[in-house]
């Protein structure tokens, strides 16, 4: 195996291994619109990153943490309808961090990376820190379990139980925002969501726990990025969109199976 397709093959695994927790959460509560709202948000971070001359990877994480915690600020205000709320941010962000990508005229910028990811040209640093925020973010949810069980189930009677539930929605939303930064490098801003509900959706119809459920994306997630990765290494095509296909396809592989979750 060559060794630009080995750490792309680690760098999927580590996205997906922490992509099925997430996604199961996102399922769950109805976040994907949140997803994309965070991944649309990411080229804007980029921006702010060529600005201050700072790491690309590092401004988007700061970008799209910045972003959660706004948007819990407005939803915690319910100055407008959360869907419209994301609506209008998921879309005003990708066209404005489009407007100001653009203007670097003098920097070299591959634009469709950025949109649609470059997972083959990872490096070592790029693997590195993917690892690290997997890991990380796997803990964080280990630890949180419980508590964002409880306030899937039931927001107001996990309060009663003493849940602080706008905390670990927070944590959440911010979790979110840190995988959806790193996976920007697997797939792109305009497919990261896929990555995180697809797997999720397909572990649905086959586990009846919502710990199996998680496992089972993560798995699901494994198998797409290296079904992905050998097509793209096969048929030389982009291999996120291959990624998000391979997905795909197993999820309807499991529409025959009834969903007992």
């Not at 706004?70 to 407008?80: E, G, S």
Request: charged share 10%; proline share 3%; hydrophobic share 60%.
């Amino acid at each position: 195996m060559p060794d630009f397709l080995l750490s792309a093959l680690l760098a999927g695994l580590a996205v997906a291994m922490v992509a099925g927790p997430l996604g199961s959460f996102a399922v769950w509560r109805r976040m994907a619109y949140f997803g994309d709202t965070l991944a649309h948000s990411a080229l804007l971070g980029i921006t702010f990153g060529l600005l201050l001359g700072i790491n690309l990877n590092l401004a988007v994480a700061l970008g799209c943490l910045l972003l959660a915690i706004l948007l819990v600020a407005m939803q915690h205000n319910r100055f407008l309808a959360t869907d419209t709320l994301l609506g209008i941010l998921a879309h005003s962000t990708l066209a404005l961090g489009l407007v100001c990508v653009s203007l670097f005229s003098g920097t070299r910028i591959d634009l469709m990376a950025y949109l649609f990811g470059d997972i083959l040209s990872v490096n070592t640093l790029d693997l590195a820190s993917i690892w690290l925020i997997s890991l990380v973010v796997i803990g964080a949810l280990i630890w949180l379990w419980r508590p964002l069980l409880a306030i899937t189930v039931h927001e107001e009677l996990a309060q009663v139980e003493g849940v602080a539930v706008t905390k670990v929605r927070t944590a959440l939303m911010l979790l979110m925002a840190l995988v959806i930064a790193i996976a920007m490098k697997v797939v792109g801003v305009l497919l990261i969501t896929a990555l995180l509900i697809i797997p999720a959706a397909a572990s649905r119809r086959l586990t009846r726990s919502p710990e199996t459920m998680a496992i089972g994306a993560s798995i699901i997630g494994a198998l797409a990025v290296s079904l992905g990765l050998f097509a793209s290494f096969k048929w030389d095509s982009p291999a996120g969109p291959s990624i998000v296909l391979a997905a795909t396809l197993l999820f309807v592989l499991t529409l025959g199976k009834k969903q007992p979750l």
